[in-house]
């Protein structure tokens, strides 16, 4: 056997399920490790930054990265990795879209730094103290990572070959990933072309077993998931709870709705969509109520009947919005006041 | 649709809003609105020039998507213009749009904009005149906000 490959992990901001979702693979770890040696994956175990800094440039076969940009060592360290890897995978949504920290573009530092130091309630903080890029102490100077306004994905910073979409991405698709990677080692496979998705073409509703109706479909009143217990054959979106299927790339198995909860777009947009959240807005909107008496209604009873969806920005872009092509939200500065 | 009028509209920046060229995006659906637009060329109806029309086969032809991109191709306001309810050539494209124009203005007001950036028009082939006030009254509004808020994302 050749020698090993090198593999490295590393997590930006992300919660570390991507982490754990990669020892979920069970016994197929076995496969990894016969052809790989981990070099680096803090949640691992320890490892030195200035060990990989000394490594030869392109001397790691394949970098995950998981979680996404949102101060300056997640940047620093993509920017390393990039540099020491020939392969540099995306991996899970937020290194891909930005994922459930990526809404945080919707606000900024000054509102998070108040939030977070300020206003809740079990903080204690009178003079505000926040955390400092910089701080000269007697020993010498101390340095923390600047934090900052916009979440950005993996592929907004540096190069990346492969995307490996899902909070976090399913034992299939690693699996599927790792066999690319085995063949491509052991067999000479070629890898699948740069900037492939590492899940399926299709949408989630391809993929999910519910019955949904074929014809003449219609929402009469959206509910929230918890507000009805939803018939388990029937497709969701009909009985009226938002699932974000329709605008979502398969791959995960369908395994949410599977089990009585609506898909909220972990896999993100599909092929050739740039903007999952309007790709779903654009569904849900045609679903709505369209009766006989339509040409009747007035442009009020239209806002009302929209107005069902309580959180547009929040329901459909929960794991896309630094992806999206307004990527955050903006300020208006003119005269009239946003009411 | 008087081209002059759609070239004039070439922009001069964000500087004071004096002199605050507006750029405005038009979707006018092909059967309805597109005519209705072409009549208040042909009928030289009198038009702030900072508008440029795209034609599209029906209102709902306009993905939420297509605004989004507006906006961040740098639009002031984006003006979708489709047949009156009951008219549509599609028999019920129109009722798509305006459920999710309704529900756009919601989002981008989620997004920081104004959610006057938005407008929904119904504008028929024989409606010339209305074509031009609504060009009217949306530049004014538009105008009155100022420049895009966005900035490149950032």
Redesign the interface.
């Given at each position: 056997m050749a020698e090993k490959i090198k593999i490295a992990q590393y997590w930006g901001a992300g919660c570390g399920g991507c982490d754990v979702a990669l020892l979920d693979i069970d016994a197929k770890i076995l496969d990894v490790h016969a052809i790989a040696d981990v070099v680096f994956w803090p949640i691992g175990f320890d490892g030195k930054l200035k060990d990989i800094e000394s490594m030869p440039d392109k001397s790691i076969t394949v970098s995950f990265y998981n979680g996404a940009i949102r101060n300056s060592e997640n940047e620093h360290i993509a920017k390393l990795l990039r540099q020491k890897s020939v392969v540099m995978i995306a991996f899970g949504s937020c290194a891909c879209y930005g994922g459930t920290p990526g809404l945080a573009n919707v606000t900024n530092k000054k509102e998070i730094f108040e939030t977070v130091y300020k206003k809740t309630q079990s903080t204690d903080n009178p003079e505000f103290v926040t955390p400092q890029a910089h701080l000269k102490v007697k020993e010498g100077e101390l340095e923390l990572p600047e934090f900052w306004d916009t979440v950005k994905t993996l592929d907004q910073v540096v190069d990346v070959d492969y995307f490996m979409p899902g909070c976090p991405p399913t034992v299939n698709l690693i699996a599927m990933a790792v066999d690319a990677v085995a063949n491509y080692v052991t067999k000479g496979t070629p890898l699948p072309p740069k900037g492939a998705v590492i899940a399926s073409d299709k949408t989630l509703c391809d993929e999910c077993k519910r019955e949904r109706v074929e014809k003449g479909r219609r929402i009469e009143k959206i509910y929230q998931a918890y507000e009805i217990t939803p018939d388990p054959k029937k497709c969701l979106l009909d009985q009226g709870i938002i699932c974000i299927g329709p605008a979502t790339r398969a791959g995960c198995g369908a395994m949410c709705p599977n089990a009585q909860m609506p898909c909220r777009g972990c896999m993100g947009p599909t092929r050739g969509v740039t903007d999952q959240g309007s790709s779903m807005l654009s569904a849900l909107s045609s679903l709505l109520n369209i009766t006989d008496s339509e040409s009747k209604m007035s442009e009020e009873q239209i806002m009302t009947l929209m107005t069902q969806v309580k959180d547009p920005l929040g329901t459909f872009y929960a794991f896309s919005l630094p992806k999206s092509p307004l990527r955050r939200t903006v300020t208006e500065r003119g005269k009239r006041k946003v009411s | 649709m008087n081209s002059e009028a759609v070239h004039a509209g070439s922009h001069g920046g964000d500087g004071g809003s004096e002199h605050f060229e507006p750029k405005i995006l038009v979707f006018c659906c092909n059967w309805c609105s597109y005519a209705g637009a072409d009549l208040a060329g042909v009928s030289r109806l009198q038009m702030p020039p900072y508008f440029r029309t795209i034609r599209v086969m029906c209102s709902a032809r306009v993905?939420?998507?297509f605004?989004?991109?507006a906006?961040?191709k740098g639009a002031d306001g984006v003006l979708v213009a489709g047949c009156h309810?009951?008219d549509c050539h599609y028999i019920?494209g129109n009722?798509?749009t305006?459920?999710?124009m309704?529900?756009?203005k919601?989002?981008i007001?989620?997004?920081?904009?104004?959610?006057?950036r938005l407008r929904?028009e119904w504008v028929s082939a024989g409606e010339g005149e209305k074509f031009q006030k609504t060009i009217i009254e949306f530049t004014n509004t538009v105008k009155?906000?100022?420049p895009?808020?966005?900035?490149g994302?950032?």
């Open positions: - | 993905d939420p998507e605004v989004i991109r906006f961040e309810p009951a019920g009722y798509r305006r459920r999710r309704a529900l756009m919601m989002l007001q989620q997004f920081g904009f104004d959610p006057d929904l009155e906000m100022g895009t808020p966005y900035k994302g950032v």
